[in-house]
């Protein structure tokens, strides 16, 4: 049996619950070199049945404990994938710092290090990094993006949309907004939640690269450097 049939078995298994595990599991497949693949699934014999035995167990155990891998990728910031993204996350807690240095500080010192964060993820996937291949953008959720943090990534090409508490508890809204139940997915329905995207084109652009340059430039004018907060916990 094959990768291309393997693969076929895992995909007709996909429901709406397990949807993102099985993605997962083809990753993994796709990652695999062919003799090592039937050694793992093929066990005592080369069948279907054999097969779908084999990835029930996978889906179940992840199902009973599945979580999204995250992987930090600088001091503030850490990364998951997420179908075509690459999802950034800020698993940090920014009490101390807003205590350190206000919410206006606190806000660029985070811009610092996402602006960071996706210089470093462009660099390793120019450089092949196998995680990153086959990704075509940068996406974040967060409630803590509220306007003055929209404004900022709007002004660096981001995508951007803020919803509200009143929209997130619609459930029709929910309905015909697959992000949306996103948002509620990871922080519930009880805060405004804000998106950003941006492709890796844009990212890769000179002018992007430029128009990034002179906000860093900006921001450590102001004092803002990277590397400064050791003692920040990860959650």
């Not at 049939?5 to 996909?14: F, N, V, Y």
């Not at 005592?44 to 979580?67: L, P």
Request: aromatic share 8%.
């Amino acid at each position: 049996m094959n990768k291309k049939d393997i693969k076929m078995i895992l995909m007709s298994m996909r429901t709406s619950e397990n949807e993102k595990i099985i993605n997962n599991l083809l990753g993994k497949v796709d990652m695999m070199d062919d003799r090592s693949l039937q050694n793992a699934v093929e066990q005592e014999e080369e069948t279907e049945e054999a097969v779908r035995t084999f990835f029930e167990k996978k889906i179940s155990e992840k199902q009973n404990d599945y979580t999204e891998q995250h992987t930090p990728i600088n001091d503030m910031f850490s990364y998951g994938i997420a179908g075509s993204c690459i999802h950034l996350h800020l698993p940090v807690d920014l009490h101390q710092i807003i205590f350190q240095k206000g919410i206006s500080g606190t806000i660029d010192t985070v811009n610092l290090h996402l602006l960071d964060a996706i210089d470093k993820i462009n660099a390793l996937r120019d450089d092949g990094y196998y995680r990153f291949q086959d990704r075509d953008s940068i996406y974040m959720v967060s409630h803590i993006l509220g306007r003055k943090e929209i404004k900022f990534l709007n002004g660096l090409d981001f995508e951007t949309r803020i919803y509200k508490k009143k929209e997130l508890n619609n459930e029709e809204f929910l309905k015909e907004n697959a992000e949306a139940k996103l948002a509620i997915d990871i922080f519930g329905k009880d805060k405004n939640v804000g998106i950003a995207s941006i492709k890796f084109d844009i990212i890769s652009s000179k002018e992007w690269q430029e128009k990034k340059q002179q906000v860093v430039k900006d921001l450590k004018s102001k004092g803002i450097t990277l590397n400064e907060n050791k003692s920040v916990e990860k959650k």
